[in-house]
């Protein structure tokens, strides 16, 4: 089994910054990708950020240039750098990760979930 544990929500003015960190434990042979994703209330979940093994990363467009995603292959870590925050952002957030397990067996994880709010 892989389990997640993510930290790092809170609350923050407008133009702030956080960082959230997830980290992944239990029968982990590889890690494919890892990401982040967040679900404003009333919305649908999508995605923020992700970040391949071989360190590609994608960026949905409301957060190009203000967030960056970041990994720890050793500590089978990933980290979300979240900087001049907007209300817009206000979300749960949730880590993703995927690859294989014990026997080569796939695993497609998320995270418990950390609420980020931003308000004056």
């Known amino acids: 089994q892989v389990q997640l544990v993510e930290s790092g929500g809170g609350l923050v003015q407008p133009g702030g910054s956080l960082r959230l960190s997830c980290a992944a434990s239990g029968s982990i042979l590889s890690i494919t990708v890892m990401g982040w994703y967040r679900q404003a209330f009333g919305n649908q979940r999508e995605l923020v950020a992700a970040?391949?093994?071989?360190?590609?990363?994608n960026y949905a467009d409301s957060v190009k240039g203000r967030f960056a995603i970041s990994r720890d292959n050793a500590k089978n870590t990933v980290y979300l750098q979240m900087n001049n925050l907007k209300p817009e952002d206000t979300a749960v957030y949730y880590c993703?990760?995927?690859?294989?397990?014990?026997?080569?067996?796939?695993?497609?994880?998320w995270g418990q979930g950390t609420q980020v709010t931003v308000s004056s």
């Open positions: 970040i391949t093994s071989g360190g590609s990363t």
């Open positions: 993703n990760i995927r690859g294989h397990g014990s026997g080569w067996s796939p695993y497609d994880r």
